[in-house]
């Protein structure tokens, strides 16, 4: 069973940094590119950042570039994405989310996700 | 970065009628488009890939199709469980990008 289990999340305040990890289970992690998609209260997706397999290439979205890092360690399966400068329009629910193969850039299996609040 | 607009933004319908969505994107994405379900409360499901390819156990009421720039999802028959906001997805250039979603609703 796929299984993919976001942590991290937590109230932070303006300015602040956190991290979110992303472990999963159930699949060759290594062999997938990997990505974090947000939800503000009450909208609609937002995708954030993808890294492909082996780490090689990374993307973000307009609104994260240059505040936020993804990163990945194949040997514990786990996904990670760095926030520094946090912002209250950072304030949502992260999902992380495998693609479904390679070359493609569908998602098909998701974590539950992880609120992140930002707000002094 | 690629827009995709979605509409429309609600759709009210009764069971067994025919929903018909749309996704337009701002330059082409070939066929680098996926639509996925999301239901109140719960994760986002994966419905198509490659524009009109099911995903595994996606049934074959939800159909997509389109190319380039203009995509439809199309439900031939809704049923009760397929009420709930869908949401485009493209995966060709560069920053990968969301429609604003389409509420599907009881009438």
């Known amino acids: 069973e796929v299984l993919l289990v976001e942590s991290g999340g937590a109230l932070v305040e303006p300015g602040g940094s956190l991290r979110l990890s992303c472990a999963t289970s159930g699949f060759s992690f290594s062999s997938y590119a990997m990505n974090w998609v947000r939800q503000a209260p009450g909208k609609g997706l937002e995708w954030v950042s993808v890294?492909?397999?082996?780490?090689?290439?990374?993307f973000y979205g307009d609104s994260v570039k240059g505040r936020f890092s993804v990163s990945r360690d194949d040997s514990r399966s786990t996904l990670y994405l760095q926030m520094n400068s946090l912002r209250a329009e950072d304030t949502a629910t992260y999902y992380c989310a495998k693609d479904a193969r390679g070359g493609g850039g569908d998602m098909d299996y998701w974590g539950r996700g992880i609120l992140v609040t930002v707000s002094s | 970065e690629i827009v995709l607009t979605q509409s429309p933004g609600t759709l009210s319908l009764s069971p067994g009628e025919r929903a018909t969505l749309s996704c337009r994107a701002s330059?082409?994405?070939?066929?680098?488009l996926a639509w996925y379900q999301q239901k109140p409360g719960q994760t986002p499901r994966l419905l198509i890939s490659d524009a009109s390819v099911r995903a595994t156990g996606i049934p074959d009421r939800f159909r997509g199709s389109g190319s380039g720039t203009d995509f439809t999802l199309t439900i031939t028959r809704l049923e009760p469980d397929d009420f709930a906001v869908y949401y485009c997805q493209h995966y060709g250039t560069p920053p990968r990008t969301f429609g604003q979603g389409t509420k599907v609703e009881v009438k």
């Open positions: 330059q082409s994405v070939n066929i680098n």
């Open positions: 890294i492909s397999s082996k780490s090689v290439v990374t």
